[in-house]
């Protein structure tokens, strides 16, 4: 009778143990957030039409509220791969409060644009300030995505 009452007892005091060490566990379990970009695109931009000077950085200078500001850059597939730039492609963080930014010209070419490693086009960009814009400075980002297909 000792021995069985001892085996319950081992067998609740393991039952006991296990549910702890799981519970010990769940509680030390720690999600860290995190983030990746994975950018298959191959754009770079140059601030001459020979696409020779890379630039990291574009300047609108002052834009009146209702008014826009348009800068021509070149845009060259770096890329080992055909790449599409369409209408979708650039976006920007620039507040809708402030107005938009937008491919206005791709000089003979038109969107979608289907370019092969290698090739260049002239691109316009044109920031396009609200009438209702508010008075400020804004730093923004600008982003160009290439797509795999004319459809973006």
Not at 45 to 70: D, E, K
Not at 90 to 110: D, I, K, N, R
Request: charged share 5%.
């Amino acid at each position: 009778m000792k021995t069985r009452t001892y085996r319950i007892l081992i067998a609740v005091l393991a039952t006991s143990l296990i549910v702890s060490t799981a519970t010990a566990t769940a509680l030390y379990t720690m999600t860290i957030p995190a983030t990746v970009t994975i950018d298959s695109s191959a754009w770079t931009l140059y601030s001459n039409s020979a696409c020779t000077t890379p630039i990291t950085s574009i300047s609108f200078g002052s834009v009146a509220a209702g008014g826009n500001s348009s800068v021509v850059l070149c845009i060259k597939n770096t890329g080992p791969y055909d790449q599409y730039l369409t209408s979708n492609s650039v976006t920007s963080t620039l507040p809708a409060s402030v107005g938009s930014v937008a491919v206005t010209s791709l000089g003979t070419f038109s969107l979608p644009l289907e370019f092969r490693s290698g090739n260049t086009a002239p691109i316009t960009l044109t920031l396009t300030a609200l009438p209702t814009a508010p008075i400020a400075t804004d730093s923004f980002d600008i982003s160009i995505a290439a797509f795999s297909s004319s459809t973006g």
